[in-house]
């Protein structure tokens, strides 16, 4: 006899949460239980879940606290650092001017950014040897969107840089591996990307993603710098103390040292936002509209498709998950529990503190997961409590 899987996760739900019962009257009642248990058991301060379609939210809850100090309670509009989940919205930044026809995918970065003009490569290192030669070809824009270009990280930072220093900072560093012949992350190359939007549309990087992106999309509670207020409203991080099992606050390492009010920090692109559940909904529910939102057309069907698809051939990233650019793709859910209820196809970016955004083309379907918990253990992407998520989502939605 065969079980469909949806009925089976809705089984293991019921199991799981005895109290809700199949059939009770909100059936995304679930997805809220699931994140409250992680509370419960002091896992996570709170957490803000959300599911919703092409067009419309169907589910929004909150759980918990925003601030253990303070006891005040989580709410759906509270800020997060979105951390990693920066990287697709930067990536659709650059994709703009794709469809302006200022740039291709395939331009070299030091046609942008001549720092990068003739970069060392590592090709052998030990302990106490460095071998460094010049790479074969020229780093490409689709090289660093697909985190194939062999950068690295930085290896000093400062809160007050430019984006213009930042650049020049990372290209002081020999490339890892020659341009597309490995995967291997780079939040600093996403960042470099950032500067690339500044050199070729003569804007800050902030302004034009919010006049190009936020702005049309109707994204008014996304941003590279909190208020004060903002702040009040703002989820604070925690890590979980090993040795007393007690979430303890914990600052935000791509800060750099600065404060999340601070303005006269660079507005990094590969992990510099904040943002709300709703927001970032928004920006999925646009790309699963072929890029059009608010009757306006933001981004060319093409671009969007080309985005979305696995670009990183027979290299190896995350399991089942190869790279599109700026996206990852689910190819093989079998691969990660956390994945197992979504499409292959289903693109999206997960973040350093848990938070989660998904889109499944097949299904129609955009699923946010907003916690701020740093040192989770094995992988964010597959967490217990994003397991949990994904799984009452799916119950849900086979009542």
Request: aromatic share 8%; charged share 20%; hydrophobic share 45%.
């Amino acid at each position: 006899m065969k079980i469909r899987l949806p009925l089976l996760v809705a089984a293991l739900v019921a199991v799981a949460f005895p109290g809700l019962g199949l059939h009770a009257q909100d059936k995304f009642a679930g997805v809220a239980a699931a994140a409250q248990s992680y509370v419960d058991n002091g896992e996570i301060s709170g957490a803000v879940v959300l599911v919703a379609t092409k067009d419309k939210v169907l589910h929004l809850s909150a759980a918990g606290q925003s601030d253990l100090a303070t006891g005040r309670k989580m709410e759906t509009g509270d800020f997060f650092w979105i951390a990693s989940m920066t990287k697709p919205m930067t990536a659709v930044c650059v994709a703009l001017l794709v469809d302006d026809g200022k740039i291709s995918f395939d331009d070299p970065l030091e046609k942008f950014l001549p720092e990068f003009r003739a970069p060392w490569q590592i090709s052998e290192a030990t302990a106490d040897r460095r071998v460094l030669v010049k790479p074969a070809r020229p780093l490409t824009l689709r090289d660093v969107l697909t985190h194939t270009s062999g950068l690295g990280d930085y290896a000093v930072t400062e809160p007050h840089w430019s984006l213009a220093t930042m650049s020049k900072v990372l290209a002081r560093e020999p490339l890892r591996f020659a341009p597309g012949s490995r995967w291997a992350y780079s939040t600093a190359g996403i960042d470099a990307l950032g500067r690339v939007v500044e050199v070729v549309s003569g804007m800050p990087f902030a302004a034009f993603m919010q006049k190009r992106l936020l702005d049309p999309l109707g994204m008014t509670h996304t941003t590279f710098w909190l208020t004060p207020d903002q702040k009040q409203r703002g989820a604070t991080s925690y890590r979980l103390n090993p040795q007393t099992r007690k979430l303890e606050e914990t600052p935000i390492f791509y800060m750099y040292g600065g404060a999340v009010t601070d303005a006269a920090r660079p507005a990094l692109g590969g992990a510099g936002l904040f943002s709300t559940a709703e927001d970032v909904a928004k920006f999925y529910q646009m790309m699963l509209n072929a890029g059009a939102a608010n009757g306006r057309q933001i981004l060319k069907p093409a671009t969007v498709a080309e985005m979305t698809r696995k670009q990183t051939g027979a290299l190896a990233a995350r399991p089942g998950m190869p790279w599109g650019l700026g996206f990852c793709v689910v190819e093989d859910p079998t691969k990660m529990e956390a994945n197992a209820t979504l499409s292959p196809g289903t693109f999206g970016h997960g973040g350093a503190f848990g938070t989660q955004s998904w889109a499944d083309p097949i299904r129609g379907l955009v699923y946010v997961f907003m916690i701020q918990r740093d040192k989770i253990p094995n992988n964010p992407d597959n967490s217990p409590m994003r397991r949990a998520y994904q799984a009452a989502v799916e119950a849900a939605l086979a009542r």
